[in-house]
């Protein structure tokens, strides 16, 4: 394909090609920086939501007894990111078919989208609130916990399983609004979630009984209360809603066959894509797990968590970036949408480049913050954030070309894509070196460093080639 002229410079409000509403007035600057401030704040909210797990379950003891806390917590993390796995995939196929209905003007096809994507995100929670009542004890074992970090985990888990179907339909409610160009209606349902889960989880962990002092529970509970607060705000406020947007109607919340099957089609790769991922990251932290290195479970979720600071950012601007695809491509215009990802594209590297340069200058201290006193931790997670800093472009470019070809509808092709590095890397790679006893905390970090290098690769010579923007949604 003859290749388009990439410069952000080149639009101007008023151009052949104008989406909807205040976003047609705006250079593509503007475009990406208002769509990208909502979500910004929403991630920034979200990642001093896990924080507070964290600081919470940091000071739930001290000395020995503070290890199988953190490692239960790690698991713990890893299980909630499983509960938006179904969720996820629904919330992309929502926002695909939204931003493409929007750009087109289809305002019923758009509240289709909407109503349709609220019961589907409740199912798709369900579907894993019984996946993980069932297989809890399962996953425990295969990790190899102690028998200490094994009962706070089994605690946490069984409780967070029960925010499934509420997180779920709010997921797919908050992907439409943002499919449509709204971002702030989502920013603030999940500023709802974040502040009721934070003081909830601190009066159930340190409040007076019978109230307090739950435990890891007590953190589980109080992220379901928050989610059922959002879900309250967010549907309350699309009811009461006047102005222009999307907003319920009776037909909407209707089954419509053909509705849920455009939304299935796209968000099918999605769901088997992020659950081949969360298979492969759970041999991954199976062989962090299982190493010689007593608390590395605890000290990888540590740096996963600060590494959040950067890649939280990242994900802000592939929203905006996304919706923002979606909507040109529904608008006829092909080279629009590219511009819209070249420019996300710097801008998210530039973020993130920064953001690991303060890695590289403050892990001990920001660890620290985490474990207060906790020589261990600090030792093993600080070479973490180095090589998390170094790889810190690559990640970018994952993320922006993997979510604004997922926001095209071109699941399919990152599934095959993503798979195929992760496989060899996190799988094939992982298993000889830890049969030999090869490897590290901070081996595992490298190795999973070079599968992002390589996909990085990969998906921009995949954004170059321009096939992406051909898919149907």
């Known amino acids: 394909m003859n290749e388009p002229n990439t410069s952000v410079e080149a639009y101007e409000p008023g151009s052949a090609v104008k989406l909807p509403g205040k976003l047609g007035e705006m250079s593509l600057t503007m475009q990406v920086l208002t769509l990208a401030m909502w979500p910004l704040l929403e991630q920034v909210l979200a990642f001093f939501v896990g924080m ?9 003891a001290t000395g020995a007894e503070r290890i199988p806390i953190m490692d239960a917590m790690a698991l713990g993390g890893y299980v909630a990111w499983f509960l938006f796995i179904f969720q996820g995939a629904v919330a992309t196929g929502v926002m695909a078919l939204v931003s493409r209905a929007t750009g087109a003007r289809d305002s ?3 509240s289709l989208g909407l109503g349709q994507g609220l019961w589907l995100g409740a199912l798709a929670g369900f ?10 004890d399962l996953l425990i074992h295969w990790m190899g916990l102690t028998p200490e970090a094994a009962v706070h985990a089994e605690n946490y888990i069984r409780v967070l399983a029960w925010s499934g179907p509420i997180a779920g339909a709010n997921f797919a409610v908050n992907a439409a609004l943002r499919g449509s160009g709204d971002t702030k209606t ?9 502040v009721v889960n934070v003081f909830t989880s601190v009066l159930f962990v340190f409040g007076p009984e019978p109230i307090g002092g739950m435990g890891v529970q007590g953190i589980a509970l109080g992220t379901v209360v928050g989610w059922i607060a959002g879900l309250a705000m967010v549907v309350g406020q699309l009811a009461f809603r006047k102005s222009e947007g999307l907003r319920w109607s009776r ?8 509705t849920i099957l455009r939304i299935w089609r796209v968000g099918v790769p999605q769901a088997i894509e992020v659950a081949g991922m969360w298979l492969i990251h759970s041999y991954g932290l ?4 299982n190493l010689n290195q007593e608390g590395a479970l605890g000290a990888h979720f540590m740096a996963v968590r600060l590494e959040s600071m950067s890649f939280l950012p990242g994900f802000a601007i592939a929203a905006a970036a996304a919706a923002l695809t979606g909507q040109y491509l529904g608008a006829g215009s092909k080279e629009m949408a590219v511009k819209v990802v070249r420019f996300a594209w710097k801008l998210a590297a530039s973020v993130m480049f920064v953001m690991g340069v303060c890695f590289v200058l403050g892990r001990e201290a920001l660890i620290g913050i985490l474990a207060p006193g906790s020589e261990l931790h600090v030792t093993l997670a600080a070479p973490l954030l180095l090589v998390c800093a170094i790889t810190q472009p690559f990640f970018a470019t994952c993320i922006m070309l993997k979510t604004t070809m997922r926001g ?3 699941t399919r092709l990152v599934m095959r894509w993503a798979f195929s590095s992760m496989l060899f890397y996190r799988i094939g790679v992982l298993w000889v070196l830890s049969s030999f006893n090869l490897i590290s905390l901070t081996g595992v970090w490298i190795v999973l460093s070079l599968d992002l290098v390589t996909q990085a690769i990969v998906f921009s010579r995949l954004h170059f080639k321009g096939h992406w923007l051909d898919t149907k949604v």
């Open 52 to 60: 507070t797990d964290i600081l919470i379950a940091g000071r739930m």
């Open 286 to 289: 199976r062989v962090i797990s």
């Open 186 to 194: 989502p920013f603030i349902s999940m500023l709802v979630v974040n």
């Open 408 to 410: 095209a509808g071109a």
């Open 127 to 136: 579907a894993a609130f019984l996946v993980l009542q069932a297989g809890t």
């Open 108 to 110: 019923k096809l758009a």
């Open 251 to 258: 037909e909407a919340l209707v089954f419509h066959a053909d």
